[in-house]
């Protein structure tokens, strides 16, 4: 394994939320003659899922008691869509209409999202419908009182979006939000600074834009066009 493999390898764990990692065998390269010693060469226990998919992640979550956030929920709320969609949408957690049918995006900042996704694609000249697309959350269980997620329960869980969008592979990751945005990026930017450019996650574009809920509010309609350039660029980046 190359120094690059070995990073790349590492970086993966670290997504994954694999804090420590223990070398459980080590193969070492017979010792050529002094004086060129080589050094050993590691071998690591793979943790990289092969062959991931939608529903091996499914089946691991299961019902999923990692986090705290299982206690006051009905459903989990894993994400529905197209498998092997070209654009994923991502946001923060399931609210109370989610919670309650198992579906993400299905109140009324779901039904926005979908004008939004359908709307912009019909304006477009874009043949495609919400089903087309995926959508899920970074945690799949309901917070109380739709609070924001803690750090901890979007770490325990982000392990599962992460394998959800490595396993559907699309073109293009839309963030919905500061939190999905922090989750996926790593970072402590707000989405005002990070709306309308690319960024990139394990080589596939990310475009952050609002989060629905916050377009709904009255006071918010200069974010709403904000918004659409958004997804006009997104639309237009993976289907064109
Ligand atoms: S939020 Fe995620 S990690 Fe926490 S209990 Fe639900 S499925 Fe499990």
Avoid at 132 to 138: A, E, K, L, M
């Amino acid at each position: 394994m190359t120094k690059d493999e070995l990073r790349q390898r590492l970086e993966f764990y670290q997504d994954l939320g694999v804090k420590t990692i223990y070398r459980r065998s080590v193969t070492t390269v017979p010792a050529p003659p002094i004086p060129n010693p080589q050094p050993p060469v590691l071998s690591l226990p793979t943790l990289e899922p092969t062959q991931d998919s939608l529903l091996t992640i499914l089946a691991d979550i299961g019902d999923c008691k990692r986090c705290r956030l299982h206690e006051a929920r009905h459903k989990i709320v894993f994400g529905s869509g197209n498998q092997e969609a070209r654009l994923v949408f991502v946001g923060e957690g399931p609210g109370a209409d989610e919670d309650q049918q198992g579906l993400p995006f299905v109140g009324r900042a779901g039904q926005l999202l979908t004008q939004m996704i359908e709307g912009t694609a019909s304006k477009e000249g874009i043949p495609i419908k919400r089903p087309d697309v995926y959508i899920c959350n970074v945690v799949k269980c309901r917070p109380p009182e739709n609070r924001t997620p803690q750090p901890d329960e979007m770490e325990i869980c982000g392990q599962f979006l992460y394998r959800q969008l490595q396993a559907i592979k699309p073109k293009a990751i839309c963030l919905l939000g500061s939190t999905a945005a922090k989750a996926v990026l790593n970072t402590k930017d707000g989405v005002t600074r990070l709306r309308g450019k690319w960024h990139n996650w394990r080589d596939i574009q990310v475009m952050v834009t609002y989060h629905p809920s916050y377009l709904l509010r009255p006071y918010n309609q200069s974010a709403k066009k904000e918004a659409w350039e958004d997804l006009k660029k997104v639309l237009h980046y993976v289907y064109d």
